[in-house]
């Protein structure tokens, strides 16, 4: 039996094994709404693996995964992005041949249109989310060019908003800002921190710049386990952390 918890997303007791191998090993997280976690560890720590658990794309061997109090353990990959937990893999994934706006625009669920599941329609209401998220991700102006000819840094963005008209309210960005340039970065720890307004984000990030720039908490993972948890301050005072990560 466990009871309701204010947390959005709640983690308890989370293992998975490969083989024999626990890539996740009795892992408990809670993020709160409107918080911004950063999970940063070494390579192999099993960073990917909790967001696979948690969007549905890997099944845990055992724990539990609550989102908004709702297990999501056995849910359907697309259960889990209706229930609001939307999340953006390494390599972006728009639509090159669609504009910005039709990237926006094929994001929006299709029940939530007028006339619903019959066809799809551009509404004004769908007009008006499409501008608010370009606003959102800074890209108002490239609302008519075409996928392909985005900056890589743009696609990213775009590939942002695309998860923010889906209403998601637990956004999961692993490595945002690889291959980005200095400017990019920049923007880019700007952007996560106003979509963080009304919603929940985690991100996995190596750029230690970066992480001190937009985290709330962090959480350092290694062999599968939580190392260390607090602000960036704490973390980069803790003595096993410098051994297992910062130090090297
Ligand atoms: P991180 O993102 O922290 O670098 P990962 O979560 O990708 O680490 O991987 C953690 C460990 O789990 C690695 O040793 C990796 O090889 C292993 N692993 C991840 N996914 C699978 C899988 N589907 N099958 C077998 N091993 C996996
Ligand atoms: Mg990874």
Same mark, same amino acid.
């Given at each position: 039996?466990?009871?309701?918890?204010?947390? +959005?997303?709640?983690? #308890?007791? +989370?293992?998975?094994?490969?083989?024999?191998? !626990?890539?996740? =090993?009795?892992?408990?997280?809670?993020? #709160?709404?409107?918080?911004?976690?950063?999970?940063?560890?070494?390579?192999?720590?099993?960073?990917?693996?909790?967001? =696979?658990?948690?969007?549905?794309?890997?099944?845990?061997?055992?724990?539990?995964?609550?989102?908004?109090?709702? #297990?999501?353990?056995?849910?359907?990959?697309?259960?889990?992005?209706?229930?609001?937990?939307?999340?953006?893999? $390494?390599?972006?994934?728009?639509?090159?041949? +669609?504009?910005?706006?039709?990237?926006?625009?094929?994001?929006?669920?299709?029940?939530?249109?007028?006339?619903?599941?019959?066809?799809?329609?551009?509404?004004?209401?769908?007009?008006?989310?499409?501008?608010?998220?370009?606003?959102?991700?800074? +890209?108002?102006?490239?609302?008519?060019?075409?996928?392909?000819?985005?900056?890589?840094?743009?696609? /990213?963005?775009?590939?942002?908003? @695309?998860?923010?008209?889906?209403?998601? /309210?637990?956004?999961?960005? =692993?490595?945002?800002?690889?291959?980005?340039?200095?400017?990019?970065? #920049?923007?880019?720890? /700007? &952007?996560? $921190?106003?979509?963080?307004?009304?919603?929940?984000?985690?991100?996995?990030?190596?750029? @230690?710049?970066?992480?001190?720039?937009?985290?709330?908490?962090?959480?350092? &993972?290694? &062999?599968?386990?939580?190392?260390?948890?607090?602000?960036?301050?704490?973390?980069?005072?803790?003595? !096993?952390?410098?051994?297992?990560?910062?130090?090297?």
């Amino acid at each position: 039996m466990s009871s309701n918890t204010d947390f +959005l997303l709640a983690i #308890e007791d +989370l293992t998975v094994s490969f083989d024999g191998f !626990k890539a996740v =090993d009795g892992l408990s997280l809670y993020v #709160e709404r409107d918080e911004l976690r950063v999970i940063i560890g070494p390579n192999g720590a099993g960073k990917t693996t909790v967001l =696979d658990m948690i969007c549905g794309k890997t099944r845990p061997t055992s724990g539990s995964i609550k989102f908004a109090n709702r #297990e999501m353990v056995g849910m359907r990959e697309h259960e889990i992005v209706r229930a609001g937990v939307g999340r953006k893999f $390494q390599t972006p994934s728009i639509y090159e041949n +669609l504009t910005v706006f039709e990237n926006l625009e094929v994001s929006y669920p299709k029940g939530r249109t007028v006339l619903g599941s019959i066809g799809f329609r551009t509404t004004s209401e769908v007009t008006d989310r499409i501008h608010a998220v370009a606003t959102e991700i800074g +890209l108002t102006a490239q609302l008519d060019i075409e996928g392909a000819f985005l900056s890589h840094g743009q696609k /990213q963005w775009l590939e942002i908003g @695309m998860l923010l008209m889906q209403e998601s /309210q637990l956004v999961m960005l =692993d490595e945002p800002v690889a291959g980005m340039s200095p400017p990019e970065r #920049e923007q880019t720890a /700007q &952007l996560i $921190q106003r979509i963080c307004k009304g919603r929940s984000i985690i991100v996995i990030e190596h750029d @230690m710049e970066f992480v001190s720039r937009i985290a709330h908490k962090v959480t350092v &993972l290694h &062999l599968g386990k939580i190392l260390a948890e607090g602000s960036m301050a704490e973390i980069q005072k803790n003595a !096993k952390v410098m051994d297992v990560y910062l130090g090297h």
